[in-house]
């Protein structure tokens, strides 16, 4: 590394007050106040480390590695070592100055006219309960030294680092999943230690072992090569089994993130695969849970027609297939922008259809509809969240497979082309009216699917359960899973659909949380959490770190 | 009976009159070239040809069969392919998949690892690139990829739209010889082209377009030495 430049100085003086900033963001929208007392850590009952306290820290630790990691490579000698510590601890001090002229200045006048979340708990949590001389001064060395700490993180050999960086993380997730999960307090400081230890010594283990394994594997012959496939996938199929053991309340988080990965798997092959931003896809969700809803409510008397779950799905699954051909024809002509709008009109008209008086008879109109019976399979109703859960898990496995088997097929590799140049993809003999009306309907189908789950899971349906931010969610779902890719559609689900839930004192957070993440992904990792190759490629390929 | 042929052609783009009656004929076997300055209606010809603009009257008979009212990915099954201006390569897909991507109409397993083959040939530059990217291809590589997806079409009928623009002199002359080959092979080949001087030495008989119509019909000998070709389109004084 060379002599620093003063603007080399300059930048983590810049990331540290970002850091800063943007803890104080989160600070004055109430983000902490909520959430202080979920706890992370906690000894004899006390807290020691809340949520809301997370939610300070992870901005600082996070620019802080930004301030650092430009100069992490090649740091070889003692003193570009030094000079890295240095670096954050300088990033951190100047995060915590930001923090520490808060506390300053609420204290000399008052802030809460404004902010009303300028509270006295709030100057609390940032000085430590030290009072504002003594505990300013342990904030900012705090800060220095945290940023320092992660300097040292950064300096740590890829081998090391990973392992204890993917420890570290674990503690807090996990110890909010179960605090979530089974109103549990927290850990206590020994499982702390035991669940990073254990995670951090299992990642490594993994690491060290993974190349050798395959080399194994691949030496096998192919029936052993079979067997361990099976063998391998037995694990996750079990846990994913076995999952809605977790509880009622569990089970429901997952019913619900399995609608979106249902809807999400759809709408991936429409934008992810074919390249049409569709922001209608709301709308053919609504139609197949109204045309489940119509079909077999007794509330419809109408028509005189009254069919069970399985019976009806049929039909509205066919439903939103047609209506995704019907409202694809008129846009064959249009993309990217002009696309967006339109379908984004679409899914209002069909919201307001289903809301008019005009339909009411028919369509139940505010009222909505309700009585819609449970699904029974055999003697079994599915009334309940644990057993829902299979249900909808049936229906991701299938969309999952069919999205799997359409990405390699010759129609995936026609909604490929199409998505790079449709002049070109018409010009090489693909025929663009059909493999859009394709994308269109796989889509609709998918999401129609998911609608018709959805009602029979409520028992009752409303006009407003259809609007237009749910076509906005589904989107975020693939975008911060990973446009095009099978396996971020449900880790973007869980992630923006399943934490959410789980978190419910962030409920009136939830676009705010949900922008924060959109834009956070774009700058850090725009190719989504999971990639598909593909993209990680063209998104990459500028900066060579294939 | 010529391969291709277009009688009284007129093109529109809305209100605006971009082909007013080409009529232009390409025999089997031919190279053809259609030379004219900027805006003339050359590329708006080729995309007439191969159906991604239709007409609005006139007829293009392949074979002689008319081609005119069919839609662009029924007509490449006939046997026409383009090679389209600015090259315009899958960007994110990389050189094999762009290849296969040309190849999108046929079945024939075995035809369509020949061509491959054949592609690679021709091109050696693309076959050490196979896995590349083709966005990161250089512009010569990525004229030579657009030239090679239009061939795995294994067309009758290769229409090619300025494949000399924007490369270096000796690149163009390679491209020009591949072309010959190709032509030699057995492919008749429309050749669009901005620079006069080259294309009417490997054709056998050019079209000189002026402002959607057509100005001079002739061998390409008799208009390397027309003089108004000189003077315009070769930049003699
Ligand atoms: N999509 C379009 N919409 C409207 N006008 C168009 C369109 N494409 C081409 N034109 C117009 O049609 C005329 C012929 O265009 P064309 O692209 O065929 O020219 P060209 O001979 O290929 O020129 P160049 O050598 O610059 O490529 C031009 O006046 C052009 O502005
Ligand atoms: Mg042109």
Do not use: I, K, M, V
């Given at each position: 590394m060379n002599a620093r430049t003063r603007s080399d100085w300059m930048a983590p003086v810049k990331s540290g007050l970002m850091g800063g900033l943007i803890a104080l963001l989160i600070a004055m929208v109430g983000l902490v106040e909520v959430s202080v007392k979920r706890p992370i850590l906690t000894a004899d009952g006390r807290i020691l480390l809340s949520v809301g306290q997370l939610l300070l820290l992870l901005p600082i630790i996070l620019m802080c590695y930004k301030a650092v990691q430009v100069f992490a490579a090649g740091c070889e000698k003692v003193t570009d070592r030094l000079g890295l510590l240095a670096t954050g601890a300088l990033s951190g001090f100047f995060a915590s100055l930001v923090l520490a002229a808060l506390v300053l200045l609420g204290r000399v006048i008052n802030l809460r006219t404004v902010f009303i979340r300028a509270s006295p708990d709030l100057f609390n949590t940032l000085t430590f309960g030290l009072g504002l001389g003594g505990g300013s001064v342990v904030l900012l060395l705090f800060g220095a030294l945290l940023g320092g700490l992660v300097a040292a993180i950064t300096l740590l050999p890829d081998r090391i680092r990973r392992p204890l960086v993917l420890g570290l993380a674990l503690v807090p997730l996990a110890a909010i999943l179960t605090s979530a999960l089974f109103a549990g307090r927290g850990f206590s400081v020994p499982v702390a230690l035991l669940v990073g230890v254990v995670a951090a010594a299992l990642t490594f283990a993994w690491r060290q072992t993974q190349p050798k394994l395959q080399d194994r594997v691949a030496a096998l012959s192919p029936s052993g090569q079979r067997t361990y496939q099976v063998f391998r996938w037995l694990l996750p199929v079990a846990i994913v089994l076995a999952l809605p053991r977790l509880g009622a309340y569990p089970s429901e988080v997952l019913v619900n993130v399995g609608l979106f990965v249902l809807m999400g798997l759809g709408l991936n092959i429409v934008v992810g695969f074919a390249g049409l931003l569709d922001l209608g896809y709301v709308a053919f969700y609504a139609l197949g849970a109204y045309a489940m809803a119509v079909l077999t409510s007794p509330e419809m008397t109408w028509h005189g027609i009254h069919l069970t779950f399985w019976q009806a799905l049929p039909f509205a699954v066919l439903a939103s297939t047609s209506a995704g051909i019907i409202l694809g024809i008129p846009v064959l002509g249009m993309r990217g922008d002009y696309l967006a709008i339109v379908t984004l009109g679409f899914g209002e008209i069909i919201r307001l259809v289903f809301l008019s008086d005009w339909l009411k008879p028919f369509l139940?109109?505010?009222?909505g509809i309700t009585r819609i019976p449970k699904a029974v399979v055999g003697s079994i109703a599915l009334d309940n969240s644990p057993k829902l859960y299979y249900l909808i898990l049936a229906g991701c496995v299938v969309a999952a497979f069919v999205a799997i088997r359409l990405k390699d097929s010759r129609l995936g590799r026609a909604w490929m082309a199409m998505r790079e140049d449709e002049d070109v993809a018409q010009a090489m003999g693909i025929d663009l009216i059909k493999t859009k009306l394709l994308a269109f309907a796989t889509g609709a189908t998918f999401s129609g699917l998911s609608g018709a789950i959805f009602a029979s899971k409520l028992t009752s349906i409303y006009p407003h359960s259809f609007h237009v931010l749910v076509s906005i969610n589904v989107l975020g779902v693939i975008i911060v899973g990973g446009m095009g890719s099978i396996p971020g559609v449900v880790v973007g689900a869980l992630a923006l659909v399943g934490l959410p839930e789980l978190l419910r004192e962030f409920a009136e957070f939830r676009l705010l949380m949900y922008g924060a993440a959109l834009v956070f992904m774009m700058l850090t990792r725009p190719e989504g959490l999971v990639p598909e190759a593909r993209r990680k490629l063209e998104l990459h390929e500028a900066d060579g770190e294939v | 009976m010529a391969l291709l042929e277009l009688q009284d052609i007129h093109t529109y783009y809305g209100a605006i009159h971009a082909l007013k009656g080409i009529s232009i004929h390409v025999d089997e076997g031919e190279i053809v070239t259609l030379i004219g300055a900027n805006g003339a209606g050359k590329s708006t010809t080729l995309n007439t040809i191969c159906g991604l603009q239709h007409p609005r009257s006139g007829s293009v008979t392949l074979k002689g069969e008319s081609i005119q009212h069919l839609p662009a990915h029924e007509i490449v099954t006939r046997g026409v392919a383009q090679a389209p201006e600015g090259r315009r390569v899958f960007g994110r897909l990389n050189v094999t998949e762009n290849l296969e991507m040309g190849a999108f109409v046929r079945v024939d397993k075995d035809g369509i690892k020949r061509d491959m083959e054949r592609v690679f040939t021709l091109f050696p530059r693309l076959k050490e690139r196979a896995k590349q990217v083709a966005g990161t291809l250089s512009g010569g590589e990525q004229q030579m990829l657009a030239i090679g997806r239009a061939l795995m079409a294994s067309p009758r009928l290769l229409l090619l739209d300025e494949p000399s623009m924007g490369l270096a002199p000796i690149l163009v002359e390679a491209i020009f010889d591949t072309i010959t080959e190709i032509n030699a092979q057995g492919t008749t080949v429309l050749l669009v082209e901005q620079n006069a001087l080259i294309a009417l030495s490997v054709a056998s008989r050019g079209y000189v377009m002026e402002t959607g119509s057509i100005r001079l019909a002739d061998t390409a000998e008799a208009l390397r030495n027309n003089e108004m070709v000189r003077r315009v389109y070769l930049g003699e004084t």
């Open positions: 139940g109109g505010s009222n | -």
